[in-house]
């Protein structure tokens, strides 16, 4: 597994869930038009994360600009689900 690439998105998704968790205690007016986004990001970290974490360290970034669309989308269920 790539340590680095998952720690980076992993990390990247919780600043983004952090942040959105804040902005809608605080905002009483934060509806579906400001969550998208964020949801849309916290995805793409979490997804990236799990996509690419078995590609190597000395690969990743190469692969990453590459794989970009490829890594964003939802895994398949039967790689997440083991219940």
Do not use: C
Not at 36 to 54: C, E, F, Q, V
């Amino acid at each position: 597994m790539n340590r680095d690439a998952v720690l980076y998105h992993l990390r990247e998704a919780k600043k983004e869930l952090d942040r959105t968790i804040i902005e809608i205690e605080k905002n009483q007016a934060y509806e579906t038009g400001n969550f998208l986004p964020a949801m849309s990001n916290l995805y793409h970290h979490l997804n990236t994360a799990w996509n690419g974490k078995d590609t190597p360290a000395k690969d990743y970034p190469a692969s990453s600009r590459h794989k970009f669309h490829e890594w964003r989308k939802f895994p398949p269920n039967d790689d997440l689900l083991l219940f």
